[in-house]
């Protein structure tokens, strides 16, 4: 598939000298027509500055980035008809109604569809006629999302879209977005939600310390990582396996053979006797992937070479 948006080597930097902070350190991605693409980061990874430099918001310090092949800062009016942004707060103004805040925004859009179209996608038909103000924080993130998809957008940036939304109206957006890839809309999706990225995403790339950690589908970026197997401790010697680890009462072995050693900690506590309070095993997953990196130390200040 063609790529729709292509940067490499970006760098962003906030303020000058010894104080210099080095927000985006060679950040390379790729995002495939048709794809939906999680950025996600631990805090101060440099996501939101990423994303100002692929919207066309900023332009790197260094680096090249392309958004259907042009400059999304210097080309804006010709890339700007295409894109559906979704911030994290919209800010729309309180004082005007759903239905009214949809036609100002259709206002801006260069082939926009009708306001009835994306009240339906979002399930705010029966609120058309309520006060932005008095929406609760769930339907206006819905109101986001209708304004960014009435200029019927061929790349959909999605910050946060299910923040405040309950269960019922969460999955409602998934199946939307599912919905809107299957039409050939792209997306960039930021999110909190690690099991949002799971049920959505293609490609999942994870931001550390300014840079992409871990990058790839759901499997690539777990495979490798080890799984864990925990219990609560008998009180009887342990079983001899390799990076076996007790802290407090509580047993835990990190390993790449999740069923062999589960197998191997079963078959001991059978032959004592003894019974494993608390046992757990848990293969490999995004958030142990997530929270490992978030643990990992970054050096955040640079001087002012660049």
């Known amino acids: 598939m063609n790529a729709v948006i292509s940067a490499h080597d970006l760098h962003r930097w906030y303020g000058h000298g010894d104080d210099a902070y080095h927000a985006v350190r060679g950040v390379d991605l790729n995002v495939r027509q048709g794809e939906v693409f999680a950025l996600l980061g ?177 499997r690539e970026i777990v495979d490798g990582h080890p799984s864990t197997i925990a219990f609560d401790h008998p009180g009887i010697t342990l079983p001899p396996l390799p990076g076996l680890r007790v802290d407090g009462g509580r047993v835990s072995l990190t390993t790449h053979r999740l069923q062999d050693d589960l197998l191997a900690v079963l078959t001991w506590a059978h032959h004592e006797r003894v019974t494993l309070p608390g046992l757990t095993a848990r293969a490999a997953s995004l958030e142990s992937v997530f929270l490992d990196l978030a643990g990992e130390p970054a050096d955040d200040k640079i001087g002012a070479t660049r």
């Open 42 to 218: 631990t805090n101060g990874a440099g996501k939101t500055s990423t994303l100002d430099l692929l919207e066309g918001l900023a332009a790197p310090d260094d680096g090249v980035v392309e958004v259907f092949g042009l400059d999304p800062m210097r080309d804006r009016r010709r890339v700007r008809p295409d894109l559906g942004i979704m911030l994290q707060s919209g800010g729309l103004p309180a004082e005007l109604t759903v239905i009214e805040t949809l036609e100002m925004w259709r206002g801006t859009c260069t082939h926009p569809t009708t306001v009835d179209d994306v009240l339906t996608k979002v399930q705010l038909t029966e609120r058309a006629g309520v006060r932005v103000g008095s929406l609760s924080g769930g339907e206006k993130r819905r109101v986001d999302l209708a304004c960014a998809l009435l200029g019927r957008p061929r790349l959909l940036f999605l910050d946060e879209p299910t923040t405040g939304l309950d269960p019922e109206n969460r999955r409602a957006t998934w199946r939307l977005l599912n919905d809107l890839k299957a039409s050939g809309v792209t997306m960039v999706l930021t999110t909190h939600y690690l099991d949002e990225a799971e049920a959505l995403a293609d490609t999942i790339a994870i931001m550390h310390a300014g840079t992409i950690a871990r990058s790839g589908t759901l």
